[in-house]
């Protein structure tokens, strides 16, 4: 059976500033989209396709903590690079997905590439937050480079379009990504005309996000920008593009698990949280120039 829609949502009205140098629509969490309807997501950042201009300084945001969950960066225009306290670092190109997992605690920088910074450019970038359970939440910190090439690709019938498959199984083909809990995330490129079968559990939540163009998903049309939340109803997804177009399909097992957070701290507990900041202002995350 079809998976039954339980809402299309279209764009936030306003973005808001991430640093200087993403300019992003935050879809969740609010009042509606809480964890019970999105866990293990935590949050879905978009950078909507924004020219930001020529720049003489890297824009972005400064040394900054996170604990307790993953960070996932999926470039579709423009180019991104990082480093953090463990001694990572690296350039995010179109097409490319940045996976990291803060876990236990983690210092890093997120900022425009040099050469991309110097001409400008068109920029658009998705960041999701994508928690971690109870047991694995003082993992080590771990970053996973997902280049474009190293992704599962199906090339759909008919000169359809690709699935290029970061995380999970996407009718038969893996993604790269190691996660903690079952989750899929496809980035899904489709040619007008272009037509998509898949099958999602039912246990899943499950979203789609259309970053470019228009498509149809399970008999409603979905405009640019516009975000649809499955009910947890139905398996099939089906979907065709009326125009080129680019989605964002992502799902996952619930953790249903308390959750104590305050902004880039996300663990269980409120005696969990003070810890966090204690070791944050103590140093213990390392140290980030
Ligand atoms: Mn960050």
């Known amino acids: 059976m079809e998976k039954l829609i339980e809402k299309i949502y279209s764009r936030p ?5 991430v640093g200087d140098g993403f300019r992003v629509f935050n879809y969740f969490p609010n009042a509606e989209l809480t964890q ?8 879905l950042d978009f950078n909507a396709e924004y020219d930001f201009g020529p720049s003489d300084h890297l824009r972005g945001v400064d040394v900054h903590p996170h604990k307790g969950f993953e960070t996932v960066t999926i470039a579709y225009k423009g180019s991104v690079a990082h480093h953090d306290s463990t001694g990572n670092s690296g350039v995010i190109n179109p097409g490319d997905v940045q996976w990291m997992t803060a876990g236990a605690g983690i210092l890093h920088k997120e900022y425009h590439e040099e050469n991309f910074s ?11 937050w994508v928690n971690l ?42 993604g790269p990504a190691s996660t903690f809990t079952p989750v899929n995330l496809f980035d899904i490129r489709l ?21 470019g163009g228009k498509v149809t998903v ?72």
């Open 36 to 43: 019970h309807r999105v866990s293990p997501f935590l949050l």
């Open 118 to 128: 110097k001409k400008g450019g068109p920029f658009e970038m998705v960041q999701l």
């Open 133 to 174: 359970p109870a047991k694995d939440k003082l993992t080590s910190p771990k970053y996973q480079p997902i280049t474009a090439d190293k992704m599962g690709k199906v090339i759909l019938p008919g000169n359809g379009g690709t699935v290029n498959v970061i995380a999970g199984n996407f009718n038969e083909s893996e």
């Open 191 to 211: 040619n007008k005309g272009g037509k998509l079968h898949t099958s999602i559990p039912i246990t899943h939540n499950s979203i789609l996000l259309v970053i």
């Open 13 to 17: 009205a306003r973005p808001g500033m």
């Open 218 to 289: 399970n008999g409603q049309q979905a405009d640019e920008h516009s975000f649809i939340l499955f009910k947890n109803e139905g398996e099939e997804i089906n979907i065709s593009a009326d125009e080129n177009s680019v989605v964002l399909l992502l799902s996952g097992e619930p953790i249903n698990e308390p959750i104590a957070q305050y902004g880039p701290f996300v663990m269980n507990t409120p005696q969990e949280l003070q810890v966090a900041f204690q070791e944050f202002q103590s140093g213990k995350f390392g140290v980030l120039e």
